[in-house]
């Protein structure tokens, strides 16, 4: 038990179907993170969460939307996907946001996405 | 670029010991991760190195040589459920993450 959730595990979307990722966490952390892993690659740093505010956006394309509306809750809405999209994505969260170099992260299981 | 690399693939022995390498090129250094995933599940943090030499946790331990920019990750006395991608992280001079792509360790028996 790593103390960051997420739901649903699995999801499998059309292209033209809206759907939400969901990540929850129980640490007390400020900081929340989406990554998205796909096989053989380095993890993707998609979305920064600072107290609630954003301060990462990696160039991820409209299509994918963060929101947080509070320090412990992280969602990711989906609309008009494509088959491109499929991967696991995974949330993470940290206590600083980064402030100091220890800061570590510590991920949820992730979502296995397919988008057909 | 930034960048991490690792083997992609390796295999070992139960019983046995292994290094697994991480070499980097990144703008500044703050501190390098290694996590461990087991395949469906969430990376683990297993170290955290910011100062060179070699930190030791139980059966595991991790190197590191800021001057090379050189990192690896040794596992003893390997058990089965050793069985796991092994990702190298750098944390770059603006406290970015950089990672790795992987590195998959088969155990055999």
């Known amino acids: 038990e790593t103390g960051v959730t997420q739901t649903p595990r699995h999801l499998v979307m059309g292209m033209t179907n809206k759907k939400s990722l969901k990540c929850e966490q129980h640490?007390?952390?400020?900081?929340m993170y989406w990554y998205k892993q796909s096989a053989k690659k380095p993890l993707e740093l998609m979305f920064v969460?600072?107290?609630?505010?954003?301060?990462e956006n990696n160039s991820v394309p409209s299509r994918f939307s963060p929101e947080c509306p509070n320090s412990s809750h992280l969602f990711l809405h989906l609309h008009t996907l494509q088959p491109e999209d499929s991967a696991l994505y995974l949330c993470?969260?940290?206590?600083?946001?980064?402030?100091?170099?220890?800061?570590?992260?510590?991920f949820g299981p992730g979502t296995r996405l397919t988008v057909l | 670029g930034q960048n991490i690399d690792q083997p992609t693939e390796m295999t070992a022995t139960e019983g046995a010991i292994v290094q697994i390498n991480c070499t980097y090129q990144?703008?500044?250094?703050?501190?390098l991760f290694w996590y461990q995933q087991h395949a469906g599940e969430a990376p683990t943090f297993l170290s955290y190195?910011?100062l060179d030499g070699l930190e030791e946790k139980g059966r595991f331990s991790s190197f590191l040589s800021r001057s090379k920019g050189y990192s690896y990750l040794l596992l003893k006395e390997l058990q089965m459920k050793d069985s796991a991608s092994y990702l190298c992280a750098v944390r770059d001079s603006n406290y970015q993450l950089i990672w790795g792509a992987g590195t998959k360790l088969i155990i055999k028996p």
């Open positions: 640490l007390g952390h400020n900081a």
């Open positions: 993470a969260s940290s206590q600083d946001g980064a402030l100091a170099g220890s800061d570590t992260q510590y």
């Open positions: 969460y600072n107290f609630k505010e954003q301060t």
């Open positions: 190195n910011v």
């Open positions: 990144t703008s500044g250094f703050n501190g």
